[in-house]
């Protein structure tokens, strides 16, 4: 898994860091994101991971103020988009239980992190079937009428030097407790 982000990066105090993951630094930032709501009115770029304060993500008016997650996806070195299940406490008989959107609950360790995994709503709030027809495989498509997120109570544990990208999709309020 070479060409995955690792090597050497400068920081803001152009100080030279070895890294073993951007994803795993991402993540952090993310987290740390989470936990701060800093103020700063200069947006360089409307779709960096590194955007602060919460809600100004695809957002610049900042019109999500309350916002308390940064709702990002991770693709494994083959390029595939990383998924994950969920149990839908709503509706039991839901055979649509796999997403591919995550909040960051925790990072520890050497680059492990707890995510909780999100399940995506189309624009009526209203579940999102993500897998193909024949149920075996994501359908991209699908992925396109994602417009709005539910917390799920299903985390996964996962070490985030396995993956090769993560994307910023959306700063949203799920109404989570610290």
Do not use: W, Y
Request: glycine share 4%; with cysteine; net charge negative.
């Amino acid at each position: 898994m070479s060409g995955c982000g690792r090597g050497s990066i400068r920081d803001e105090d152009d100080n030279i860091r070895n890294v073993n993951s951007c994803v795993c630094e991402v993540v952090r930032a993310i987290k740390d994101i989470q936990d701060e709501a800093v103020e700063d009115e200069c947006i360089p770029c409307l779709t960096s991971c590194f955007l602060e304060p919460l809600g100004t993500l695809v957002s610049p008016s900042r019109r999500n103020k309350r916002a308390d997650t940064r709702v990002f996806t991770l693709q494994n070195d083959d390029g595939k988009l990383f998924h994950a299940f969920f149990k839908d406490e709503n509706n039991p008989h839901d055979k649509d239980c796999i997403s591919v959107f995550f909040r960051v609950e925790d990072v520890f360790d050497n680059c492990c992190a707890t995510l909780r995994v999100l399940e995506p709503k189309d624009r009526d709030r209203k579940d999102v079937n993500l897998l193909s027809d024949d149920g075996s495989k994501i359908n991209l498509g699908k992925l396109c009428k994602v417009e709005n997120f539910e917390r799920t109570d299903s985390c996964i544990t996962v070490d985030l030097k396995c993956f090769c990208a993560v994307q910023c999709i959306k700063d949203v309020d799920l109404n989570i407790c610290d």
